[in-house]
Nanobody, 115 residues
Framework: QVHLVESGGGLVQAGGSLRLSCAASGGTFSINAMGWYRQAPGKQRELVADISRGGPANYADSVRGRFTISREKVNTVYLQMNSLKPEDTAAYLC??????????WGQGTQVTVSS
C-alpha cells in the first residue's frame, strides 16, 4: 500500500499562489500516474490535474493556464497554483495509481482563497 502525504495548503487572497506537495512512500517503484483531485462542500470531487510517469500532464479546463503539475522522481508530485480564485477553495487530495492495485489516496490539504 502506497502512503501519500500532502502539504502546502493554506489561506491565500485571490490572485495569490500556493504550491502543494505530495510525497509517496511504500511500493513507489510501480507508481504510474499521480495527480490531484479537489472537493468543495456540496460539490462533486473534481479532477484537477494528473501526470503519468514520463508522460504529458492533463488539466481541468477550470485550472488550465493557472495551475502546473510536475513530478520529481517517481514518488513526489507538485501542484503550483497561481492566480487563485475563490472558486478554487476546496480540499485537495493527491492520488497514485499502480498496476493491479486500488488507487491510493492522501488525507487531503485544505486550500482557502479569500476574495
Amino acid at each position: 500500500q502506497v502512503h501519500l502525504v500532502e502539504s502546502g495548503g493554506g489561506l491565500v487572497q485571490a490572485g495569490g499562489s500556493l504550491r502543494l506537495s505530495c510525497a509517496a512512500s511504500g511500493g513507489t517503484f510501480s507508481i504510474n500516474a499521480m495527480g490531484w483531485y479537489r472537493q468543495a462542500p456540496g460539490k462533486q470531487r473534481e479532477l484537477v490535474a494528473d501526470i503519468s510517469r514520463g508522460g504529458p500532464a492533463n488539466y481541468a479546463d477550470s485550472v488550465r493556464g493557472r495551475f502546473t503539475i510536475s513530478r520529481e522522481k517517481v514518488n513526489t508530485v507538485y501542484l503550483q497554483m497561481n492566480s487563485l480564485k475563490p472558486e478554487d477553495t476546496a480540499a485537495y487530495l493527491c492520488y497514485a495509481d499502480r498496476p493491479m492495485s486500488p488507487r491510493s489516496w492522501g488525507q487531503g490539504t485544505q486550500v482557502t482563497v479569500s476574495s
